[in-house]
């Protein structure tokens, strides 16, 4: 896949999930750099500093984290269409708690972590909403919307609930809902 085919299928998965062409979006398309994966490498080993946001053009990836019995638990699959990182980590600048790791030859669209912040700072919010499913609306101008506690952000055709206490990020297509 090529630069150019991973920026515009980037374009396409943010138009789709907003339902129309955001202000700003080729900045935040500029602000993007490519990257080739091979199956097995590594983006993010527990205790490193989380400095990137993945969007997963093509190929698959894992998050995967060390349980009490110190054995290590898969926390989440990710595909094509799919963001990833360590959110708590990448954005309180901690150290991170997940390994993610490409399980294919993937093509990756980055963000690093200022280039991140900064779009979220110099680009217009979208307008707020009290409707659930309005959140995915909301992803890189409106920031983590919070409900009851849990962040909610995208991830691929889902949406992705963190929990503060189980610092789950990831992909959750099925539906979900909380009292």
């Known amino acids: ?33 490519v990257l080739d994966c091979k199956a097995g490498e590594p983006l993010l080993l527990p205790g490193n500093p989380a400095r990137q946001l993945w969007f997963i053009a093509q190929g698959s990836a894992m998050m995967a984290q060390p349980g009490p019995d110190k054995e290590e638990h898969i926390a989440d699959l990710l595909f094509e ?28 669209c980055v963000f690093s972590r200022d280039s991140f912040l900064a779009l979220r700072r110099d680009l217009p919010p979208l307008p707020k909403t009290r409707v659930f499913g309005s959140y995915r609306r909301r992803w890189l101008y409106g920031g983590f919307s919070e409900n009851r506690g849990f962040s909610v952000t995208i991830a691929g055709d889902g949406f992705t609930v963190v929990s503060p206490k189980t610092r789950v990020f990831g992909s959750h297509r099925e539906t979900m809902s909380h009292r």
């Open 1 to 33: 896949m090529t630069r150019d085919a991973a920026i515009d299928l980037l374009e396409q998965h943010i138009v789709r999930l907003l339902g129309f062409h955001p202000p700003g979006l080729d900045r935040v398309l500029q602000a993007c750099e």
């Open 81 to 108: 269409s799919d963001w990833v990182t360590d959110l708590q980590a990448f954005l309180q600048e901690t150290p991170a708690v997940y390994r993610i790791e490409c399980l294919e030859d993937a093509v990756l």
